[in-house]
């Protein structure tokens, strides 16, 4: 693979006395899914802020595409190319699809809005994704689906020519079928070229898309697997305890104190 | 960017991919065929099954009311009543297409009516001491006007309202060098001050987090005050000005009147038509043209009919010819192309409706949500102020009451009336003209039919609570139509 998108070195971040992020040490290569997974509070979500630039981090390094740089703000975080698509989506119900995917960036031609351009690029955009369920580029958003929505949303994302994606739990209020959809448009986004962040709880989602996993444990990185080399108990294992045999975190009778 | 796109689009042909993307772009097919007449109509008939019901039942109220009053009264459907009809609602209707702006953010501005009067007053005021405003107003009073313009500037400025700012320097420019009366400066004085009332209400609510509820029903009481202190316990100031007089009880002239009729029905077409062929020439879904020309068609009838029926002489004796368009149906067409194109062909427009539909998605969006709410509140008063000078110029004069009473209340219900959702995000600005004109009707129908105040009073409060109930059934209906 080619040199990674996106790199975290020695992350750290801590809320008052909270320390919720450990030397977080995270590659994300372009053109690969990277499943985060965790236990509840793990730090995962907090990992995804400090990389959209929500949260600032107390201590470590980002290096984007190799150059080191200080994210301030989610302002910043867009214009390097990095997306976030949120658990609630953050989609306008009373705006139609192509509104909403040029929310804040319209295209406008002598000062006013260029609609006809808008709706080529926008339905360029989902074609290119094979979304095929959404009938017209005009349908309101309200009227949508929840697998709809969160096509949307992911599609908004390519669109504005993203580098890097981070999808928190994208499919977690989703029906089987729609569940089916969204990965498969992960998988799409990855094979765009894209470097792709997949926070999920569920396994079976991370083991069909995810070319790597990484388990956080207590606000430290357990483990960075690739997902042929592991078992679904072993991520479990990972999860639950911060260890599964070789992988993991080192056992604590076993550290020098 | 194209290229980027197109580079975009060759990414995605890998191996794995079964449909290459320019036959994924035929999934499309509903947006790329324009649609025959049956499938529009069917297309608009299920959105208003689906809860969109829009201006619908206005225009329907509209109907239903014209046909009885028609029946009821002899006077009603006189040329001279329906001209009248015109200049009785439009101050109702200005103010309410103002505050449409601030309903699609799904906050409410209590304060506009008072705050109108608080510009008629100072309006009057400037007039009458010949631009001496602080001979008007006394040294105290005048001198915490000014501290409040310059503070509206300030906020103006700290929100980044340019225009605001303008409108609030222009006024306190005003004020504070005399230049001596003239009935055009009058008026901006009073759309200014009308604006940085709006800075101020806008700051309270959008920086300091007061709702708006509270803020301007608070400021709704303080300008209704102000309004007292400017003109005195049971004073009335006179508006003898010939142009100010016209504003509302003026009409163009027979040839005006076909001029307006040809700028506003051409206009309309070009720009309906322009737009309809651009997306035809570009494969987007559009209606099909012989809908898009029935419908200009239709609506270049009705122009023609009433600007042929306004040009008649509709003077009650023979001594005198009153006809013509009155003035202020092109004023309230100008407000109403002007807010329409900023509406929805702006960003700025889009952004209002983003906020008001989604404020979290509009802030992740990257709009600047504090100033968007803070600037429908300058709209909504400077556009109180043009409606100030309407009802002033109607009666000629400003009294205490400026304002106060039901204006406030009859313009909220004309935008409601008109099919604005009182929850935000949804509502055109035509909303505010159909029902400032179901309002007007009931007004001048009830009088006519000589009904107490008390059953025109209560009629109306009903209708208010017909249109608001149908808001929150449909609302509940596209929320359980949607999935």
Same mark, same amino acid.
């Given at each position: 693979?080619?040199?990674?998108? @996106?790199?975290?070195?020695?992350?750290?971040?801590?809320?008052?006395?909270?320390?919720?992020?450990?030397?977080?040490?995270?590659?994300?290569?372009?053109?690969?899914?990277?499943?985060?997974?965790?236990?509840?509070?793990?730090?995962?979500?907090?990992?995804?802020?400090?990389?959209?630039?929500?949260?600032?981090?107390?201590?470590?390094?980002? @290096?984007?595409?190799? %150059?080191?740089?200080?994210?301030?703000?989610?302002?910043?975080?867009?214009?390097?190319?990095?997306?976030?698509?949120?658990?609630?989506?953050?989609?306008?119900?009373?705006?139609?699809?192509?509104?909403?995917?040029?929310? +804040?960036?319209?295209?406008?031609?002598?000062?006013?809005?260029?609609?006809?351009?808008?709706?080529?690029?926008?339905?360029?955009?989902?074609?290119?994704?094979?979304?095929?369920?959404?009938?017209?580029?005009?349908?309101?958003?309200?009227?949508?689906?929840?697998?709809?929505?969160?096509?949307?949303?992911?599609?908004?994302?390519?669109?504005?020519?993203?580098?890097?994606?981070?999808?928190?739990?994208?499919?977690?209020?989703?029906?089987?079928?729609?569940?089916?959809? $969204?990965?498969?448009?992960?998988?799409?986004?990855?094979? %765009?070229?894209?470097?792709? $962040?997949?926070?999920?709880?569920?396994?079976?989602?991370?083991?069909?898309?995810?070319?790597?996993?990484?388990? @956080?444990?207590? +606000?430290?990185?357990?483990?960075?697997?690739?997902?042929?080399?592991?078992?679904?108990? %072993?991520?479990?294992?990972?999860?639950?305890?911060?260890?599964?045999?070789?992988? +993991?975190?080192?056992?604590?009778?076993?550290?020098?104190? | 960017?194209?290229?980027?796109?197109?580079?975009?689009?060759?990414?995605?042909?890998?191996?794995?991919?079964?449909?290459?993307?320019?036959?994924?772009?035929?999934?499309?097919?509903?947006?790329?065929?324009?649609?025959?007449?049956?499938?529009?109509?069917?297309?608009?008939?299920?959105?208003?099954?689906?809860?969109?019901?829009?201006?619908?039942?206005?225009?329907?109220?509209?109907?239903?009311? *014209?046909?009885? !009053?028609?029946?009821?009264?002899?006077?009603?459907?006189?040329?001279?009543? &329906?001209?009248?009809?015109?200049?009785?609602?439009?101050?109702?209707?200005?103010?309410?297409?103002?505050?449409?702006?601030?309903?699609?953010?799904?906050?409410?501005?209590?304060?506009?009516?008072?705050?109108?009067?608080?510009?008629?007053?100072?309006?009057?005021?400037?007039?009458?001491?010949?631009?001496?405003?602080?001979?008007?107003?006394?040294?105290?009073?005048?001198?915490?006007?000014?501290?409040?313009?310059?503070?509206?500037?300030?906020?103006?400025?700290?929100?980044?309202?340019?225009?605001?700012?303008?409108?609030?320097?222009?006024?306190?420019?005003?004020?504070?060098?005399?230049?001596?009366?003239?009935?055009?400066?009058?008026?901006?004085?009073?759309?200014?001050?009308?604006?940085?009332?709006?800075?101020?209400?806008?700051?309270?609510?959008?920086?300091?987090?007061?709702?708006?509820?509270?803020?301007?029903?608070?400021?709704?009481?303080?300008?209704?005050?102000?309004?007292?202190?400017?003109?005195?316990?049971?004073?009335?100031?006179?508006?003898?000005?010939?142009?100010?007089?016209?504003?509302?009880?003026?009409?163009?002239?027979?040839?005006?009147?076909?001029?307006?009729?040809?700028?506003?029905?051409?206009?309309?077409?070009?720009?309906?038509?322009?737009?309809?062929?651009?997306?035809?020439?570009?494969?987007?879904?559009?209606?099909?043209?012989?809908?898009?020309?029935?419908?200009?068609?239709?609506?270049?009838?009705?122009?023609?009919?009433?600007?042929?029926?306004?040009?008649?002489?509709?003077?009650?004796?023979?001594?005198?010819?009153?006809?013509?368009?009155?003035?202020?149906?092109?004023?309230? *067409?100008?407000?109403?192309?002007?807010?329409? !194109?900023? &509406?929805?062909?702006?960003?700025?427009?889009?952004?209002?409706?983003?906020?008001?539909?989604?404020?979290?998605?509009?802030?992740?969006?990257?709009?600047?949500?504090?100033?968007?709410?803070?600037?429908? !509140?300058?709209?909504?008063?400077?556009?109180?102020?043009?409606?100030?000078?309407?009802?002033?110029?109607?009666?000629?004069?400003?009294?205490?009451?400026?304002?106060?009473?039901?204006?406030?209340?009859?313009?909220?219900?004309?935008?409601?009336?008109?099919?604005?959702?009182? !929850?935000?995000?949804?509502?055109?600005?035509?909303?505010?003209?159909?029902?400032?004109?179901?309002?007007?009707?009931?007004?001048?129908?009830?009088?006519?039919?000589?009904?107490?105040?008390?059953?025109?009073?209560?009629?109306?409060?009903?209708?208010?609570?017909?249109?608001?109930?149908?808001?929150?059934?449909?609302?509940?209906?596209?929320?359980?139509?949607?999935?």
């Amino acid at each position: 693979m080619s040199e990674p998108i @996106l790199e975290l070195r020695g992350i750290n971040k801590s809320f008052g006395p909270v320390h919720v992020l450990h030397d977080i040490d995270l590659t994300v290569n372009p053109g690969e899914v990277t499943a985060l997974v965790g236990d509840n509070g793990a730090g995962k979500s907090t990992l995804v802020k400090c990389i959209a630039g929500i949260h600032p981090t107390d201590s470590g390094e980002v @290096l984007f595409e190799g %150059q080191p740089t200080h994210i301030k703000g989610p302002r910043d975080a867009a214009e390097l190319g990095i997306e976030v698509v949120y658990q609630d989506l953050a989609l306008a119900d009373n705006l139609d699809i192509v509104q909403n995917m040029f929310l +804040g960036r319209e295209r406008t031609k002598g000062g006013l809005l260029d609609e006809t351009d808008m709706e080529q690029a926008a339905r360029k955009t989902l074609a290119s994704l094979s979304v095929r369920t959404v009938k017209s580029v005009r349908t309101q958003v309200s009227s949508l689906s929840g697998g709809q929505r969160q096509t949307v949303a992911i599609a908004k994302a390519v669109l504005w020519n993203s580098k890097v994606v981070l999808l928190d739990e994208p499919t977690a209020a989703l029906g089987v079928a729609q569940t089916r959809q $969204v990965l498969d448009l992960v998988r799409r986004l990855a094979e %765009q070229g894209l470097g792709v $962040v997949l926070i999920s709880h569920n396994m079976n989602d991370v083991f069909e898309v995810a070319d790597k996993i990484a388990c @956080l444990y207590l +606000g430290r990185m357990a483990a960075v697997v690739g997902s042929k080399d592991v078992t679904h108990g %072993q991520v479990v294992e990972l999860i639950t305890a911060g260890r599964s045999g070789d992988l +993991g975190i080192a056992r604590p009778e076993a550290a020098t104190i | 960017m194209s290229s980027e796109e197109a580079s975009m689009t060759n990414t995605t042909q890998t191996p794995e991919q079964e449909t290459p993307p320019q036959g994924a772009i035929s999934d499309f097919g509903i947006d790329t065929t324009s649609q025959s007449t049956g499938e529009a109509v069917r297309d608009y008939w299920a959105r208003v099954r689906g809860g969109e019901l829009g201006s619908l039942p206005a225009l329907l109220g509209l109907i239903v009311l *014209l046909i009885v !009053f028609s029946s009821l009264s002899d006077t009603f459907f006189t040329l001279g009543n &329906l001209a009248n009809l015109l200049q009785q609602g439009a101050s109702i209707t200005i103010i309410a297409m103002g505050l449409v702006f601030v309903l699609l953010l799904g906050e409410i501005d209590l304060s506009a009516g008072t705050a109108s009067g608080v510009t008629a007053s100072v309006m009057a005021l400037h007039l009458i001491h010949n631009g001496n405003l602080l001979g008007g107003m006394g040294d105290t009073v005048f001198y915490v006007f000014c501290g409040l313009l310059v503070l509206a500037i300030v906020l103006a400025v700290l929100m980044k309202i340019w225009a605001g700012a303008a409108l609030s320097l222009i006024a306190l420019l005003i004020a504070v060098i005399g230049i001596p009366a003239n009935a055009w400066l009058e008026m901006l004085l009073a759309v200014c001050v009308g604006a940085a009332i709006g800075c101020v209400t806008g700051f309270l609510v959008a920086k300091v987090g007061i709702p708006s509820f509270v803020v301007t029903l608070a400021l709704f009481l303080v300008w209704g005050g102000v309004v007292l202190q400017l003109i005195g316990q049971g004073g009335t100031l006179g508006l003898r000005d010939d142009t100010i007089f016209n504003v509302a009880n003026g009409n163009l002239n027979f040839v005006g009147s076909w001029v307006l009729f040809i700028v506003a029905v051409g206009g309309y077409a070009a720009v309906v038509l322009t737009r309809h062929f651009s997306r035809l020439r570009k494969g987007l879904v559009a209606q099909p043209t012989s809908l898009v020309l029935a419908k200009i068609g239709a609506l270049a009838v009705l122009a023609a009919v009433i600007t042929y029926a306004l040009s008649l002489n509709r003077a009650p004796s023979n001594l005198i010819v009153i006809q013509g368009v009155p003035y202020v149906v092109p004023l309230v *067409l100008v407000l109403l192309v002007v807010g329409t !194109f900023v &509406l929805d062909r702006t960003s700025y427009g889009r952004h209002v409706y983003a906020v008001g539909g989604n404020k979290e998605a509009a802030r992740r969006a990257g709009i600047n949500v504090e100033r968007i709410r803070m600037s429908v !509140f300058v709209i909504a008063s400077s556009a109180a102020a043009i409606g100030a000078i309407v009802y002033s110029s109607k009666v000629g004069s400003v009294d205490p009451n400026a304002g106060a009473g039901n204006t406030l209340l009859l313009s909220v219900g004309a935008a409601v009336i008109g099919g604005t959702s009182l !929850f935000g995000g949804k509502g055109r600005l035509r909303d505010a003209v159909i029902g400032g004109a179901v309002l007007a009707i009931i007004q001048n129908g009830m009088g006519l039919l000589k009904q107490p105040a008390a059953v025109v009073f209560i009629v109306t409060g009903l209708v208010l609570l017909l249109a608001a109930s149908v808001d929150a059934l449909s609302r509940r209906r596209a929320a359980t139509a949607a999935r």
